[in-house]
């Protein structure tokens, strides 16, 4: 595990800055590590509850880690990491085994979109074609095999999946013909369809697809109900807050995303769209996720992927 920790402290770590008026409040609060698979529209929830102080007012200071979802699911299950913000890796991973649960669902519904080259206009012309994505097993994996699936292709008889990276390795990578369609980010759709790529899927019209949340091990349950609670209500008020205030949100997520505000109002009215003011994922959305993963998924009980009694009760957020 040294190899494991190594690497979290040199991946990315956005965390708070007290000023000299916190210290009091900074000293007594309890550190967590929280991995995300990226900075995205999914994510901006809890970069709102963090500026706003909601961690710190829940007397938390969470850190939050940049790691791939499969890898950060492995460092979770060995106690690396405290809460894993990837419900689609960490739902794959319960599947097979490991000790984890879900205990919040963060968006309702995919905000990713499935993007082609130019030449491919329809599902006939992605036969025999290269799909890029981010790893094996995780949320871009999982939704590429939803959108292939949406557009009457098998996965794994109509196309090959490579394993690229990241989004901007991805559209890197789709822009010099190494691959010929893939998972996108939100805010990197644009910048793909102004090089002249096609949208041709967009998983937020694809129904329930839970693919971010928060997992954490069945030992963290045990020993820290508290804890979860705390950032889970921390959370669900940066949900709220990002909801009911648009403008000032709009420009949060330029700056925070580096888009254009035309761009950003777009990126909000998604966002207040697919994230969940209860911290619920329904069962149609659950079983979504489990049945992409393998037979044992449409067969396992659900007690054995998720617990929702950390979740405050209607009106308490």
Do not use: C
Request: aromatic letters at 6%; zero cysteines.
């Amino acid at each position: 595990m040294r190899a494991l920790r190594i690497s979290i402290g040199i991946v990315l770590i956005l965390f708070l800055q007290f000023t000299p008026s916190e210290q009091a409040l900074a000293q007594t609060a309890e550190k967590v590590i929280v991995a995300i698979p990226s900075i995205g529209l999914s994510q901006l929830p809890l970069f709102v509850a963090q500026e706003k102080g909601f961690y710190k007012q829940e007397k938390l200071e969470a850190l939050l880690v940049v790691m791939d979802g499969t890898i950060a699911a492995r460092a979770t299950i060995a106690g690396d990491i405290d809460f894993l913000l990837a419900f689609a890796s960490g739902i794959s991973a319960i599947v097979n085994g490991a000790p984890l649960r879900g205990v919040m669902g963060l968006t309702t519904r995919g905000t990713q979109a499935f993007v082609s080259r130019p030449e491919i206009s329809s599902a006939a012309d992605l036969k025999g074609k290269t799909i890029g994505v981010s790893g094996f097993g995780g949320s871009t994996y999982h939704n590429a095999l939803i959108a292939i699936q949406h557009l009457g292709l098998d996965p794994k008889r109509d196309v090959s999946i490579l394993n690229v990276g990241n989004s901007a390795l991805r559209l890197t990578a789709l822009r010099f013909n190494k691959i010929d369609a893939t998972i996108l980010d939100t805010a990197y759709v644009r910048k793909a369809e102004e090089l002249g790529f096609k949208k041709l899927v967009s998983l937020a019209d694809l129904g329930e697809i839970p693919s971010t949340g928060f997992i954490v091990t069945t030992k963290k349950l045990k020993e820290k109900p508290d804890q979860i609670r705390r950032i889970i209500r921390a959370t669900l008020r940066g949900v709220s807050y990002f909801k009911k205030n648009r403008s000032e949100m709009i420009a949060f997520i330029s700056r925070k995303l580096a888009v254009d505000s035309k761009e950003a109002e777009e990126l909000f009215d998604l966002g207040a769209k697919v994230f969940s003011s209860t911290g619920r994922v329904s069962d149609e959305g659950l079983n979504v996720l489990l049945r992409q993963r393998d037979s044992k998924g449409a067969r396992i009980n659900r007690a054995e992927v998720v617990d929702w009694s950390f979740l405050p009760a209607e009106g308490e957020q």
